[in-house]
């Protein structure tokens, strides 16, 4: 089974996508690890993309489309989730043809909504473990003792940049317009399913677990 996680930044969608590796060991397709990893591996994939990032240009579709053309080739049957991909409809066609070559195809595409006043508040409240990377919340989840990470005891903490409100409205903005459409294409093919995901974490994993399950 192949499946596509679509939803703005904060959705959860990497969380979710963590819980199916772990439950049902799909493996998460993240274009950003995927990148990461071919530049780290020196490969001649990696030295295209290396290269590519060093003149500060975006990585073409061509270069995203062959690394995740090798991933599928390794996954020897196990399901894959398309985090962060496609973002346009020529990915998708892309992706439906890198596909349909295996004998495979996308099952379920399934969008994360959210409220956006509400997800401003959960995004612009986190922050995380300058040492061991945990997260927590101003008010969902702060930590137990105040200054003091609980997994490791560090003192030092940092938010992202892009964490506050007028960026993320521009992010939530350049999402919808960049999304719209991929939504339509998929509704097309009935492949599109919508999960509430303001809800708790359970009840969202729930309901995704549902959709794969029907």
């Known amino acids: 089974m192949n499946i596509i ?7 959860g969608k990497g969380t979710q996508a963590k819980r199916l590796v772990v439950e049902r060991g799909m493996v998460q397709l993240s274009t950003g690890d995927l990148l990461r990893d071919a530049k780290a591996s020196g490969s001649d994939m990696g030295v295209k993309v290396a290269e590519v990032m060093a003149r500060g240009e975006l990585v073409t579709d061509e270069i995203v489309i062959g690394l995740i053309a090798e991933k599928l080739d390794e996954l020897q049957g196990a399901g894959a989730i398309f985090d962060g991909f496609p973002r346009t409809l020529a990915q998708a066609d892309a992706l439906q ?10 099952d379920h595409v399934i969008e994360l909504r959210v409220d956006d006043a509400a997800l401003v508040s959960r995004i612009t409240g986190r ?35 892009d ?6 409205r521009a992010r939530l903005m350049s999402y919808y317009k960049q999304t ?13 399913n ?4 303001m809800g708790e974490m359970d009840a969202v994993s729930q309901a995704i677990e549902t959709v794969l399950d029907a």
């Open 194 to 197: 919508v999960v509430d995901a």
């Open 97 to 106: 043809e890198l596909l349909s070559e295996r004998g495979e195809q996308i």
């Open 163 to 168: 964490d506050t409100e007028d960026a993320l």
């Open 180 to 192: 719209s459409p991929l939504l339509g294409y998929y509704h097309a093919k009935d492949r599109l």
């Open 127 to 161: 922050f995380s473990c300058a040492s061991c990377g945990e997260v927590y919340h101003d008010t969902t989840r702060p930590t137990r003792v105040d200054g003091v990470c609980d997994v490791c005891g560090s003192t030092e903490f940092v938010r992202r940049a």
């Open 5 to 11: 996680l679509i939803g703005p930044p904060g959705a």
